[in-house]
C-alpha cells in the first residue's frame, strides 16, 4: 500500500528512510470497599467475567480498590477505542491529562503514539484499542505498584476478553514487565515472542521515552512492524 505524505512525513521524523519512486502516487469491585486496606483487592475476574462493556466501565467508574489512587484522581480512565480492535495498545497508567480528560494517552506521549498509528495508516478508535495497566493516575505520575496493576488487572482482562485482539502492544517497561510477570530490563523484552493470555504480544518503548530519547524510534518502529505482521497472521 502506497504511504500517505504524512506517513512519510512522521517515518522521516522517526528517523526512517523512506524511498518513493518519483512518479508514485500520494499517498468490584465493590465501591464501599474497605478504603483502609493497606493491599488493594483485587478485582475479582468470577465478578467481572460476564459483564458487557457499559457494566465493566460502570464498574470501573467507581471502583476503589486503591484508595490511595481513587481519592486523588479526577476521574477513572477507562480505555477507549473500537471494541473488536485487531490492536491494543497497553501502556502504564493515566498522567494529568489523562485524569482531567478521562481518555488514555492525551498529552504529549500520547500526540506521538497517534502519529505512530498514521504511520501504520491506523487511527485511534478505528481497529485500536488503547488502555493502561492502571485506570486511576498514580500521585505525581509515580510507577504504578504491583498490587495496584494486580488490583486493577481483572478490569484489563476483561477488556481484553471482550476485544480479543490479534495483537497487544505493551507500552514501555511498566507494561511490559506487569502484563509478562518479568522484571526483565525492556531491552531485554524488546525484539522477543511474548503472549498475553494466549495473545500474542510485542514490547516497545513507552512514546514518552521515544519523546526524550528520539534516535530510538527506529527500534519501536520495528518493533511496530513485528506486530502489523502478526495482524496480518504473517
Ligand atoms: N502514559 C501512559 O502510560 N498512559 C497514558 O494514558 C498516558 C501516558
Not at 61 to 80: I, N, P, W, Y
Not at 93 to 120: H, I, K, S, Y
Request: glycine share 8%.
Amino acid at each position: 500500500m502506497p504511504l500517505s505524505r504524512r506517513q512519510r512525513e512522521i517515518l522521516g521524523e522517526m528517523g526512517i528512510p523512506v524511498w518513493v519512486r518519483r512518479d508514485a502516487p500520494p499517498v468490584s469491585l465493590d465501591p464501599v470497599a474497605d478504603a483502609s486496606a493497606e493491599r488493594p483487592a483485587p478485582v475479582d475476574v468470577r465478578d467481572v467475567a460476564a459483564l458487557g462493556w457499559e457494566d465493566l466501565r460502570a464498574r470501573v467508574a467507581v471502583c476503589v480498590a486503591c484508595a490511595e489512587l481513587a481519592s486523588q484522581r479526577t476521574q477513572t480512565v477507562f480505555g477507549v477505542g473500537d471494541p473488536a480492535a485487531d490492536w491494543l495498545f497497553i501502556g502504564e497508567a493515566p498522567g494529568a491529562e489523562e485524569d482531567r480528560r478521562g481518555e488514555p494517552f492525551v498529552g504529549p506521549a500520547g500526540q506521538l503514539l497517534d502519529n505512530m498509528l498514521t504511520a501504520l495508516a491506523l487511527q485511534r478508535g478505528t481497529n485500536v484499542h488503547i488502555a493502561n495497566i492502571l485506570k486511576c493516575r498514580p500521585p505525581g505520575n509515580r510507577d504504578p505498584k504491583p498490587e495496584e496493576a494486580e488490583a486493577c488487572r481483572g478490569f484489563l482482562d476483561r477488556q481484553i476478553a471482550l476485544i480479543r485482539p490479534r495483537v497487544i502492544v505493551a507500552l514501555g517497561r511498566v507494561a511490559a514487565q506487569s502484563l509478562l510477570g518479568s522484571s526483565e530490563p525492556l531491552g531485554r523484552l524488546r525484539g522477543r515472542e511474548h503472549a498475553y493470555q494466549g495473545t500474542p504480544l510485542v514490547v516497545t518503548y513507552h512514546p514518552a521515552y521515544l519523546l526524550r530519547s528520539p534516535g530510538e524510534k527506529a527500534k519501536a518502529w520495528q518493533d511496530l512492524l513485528r506486530a502489523r505482521s502478526l495482524v496480518a497472521g504473517a
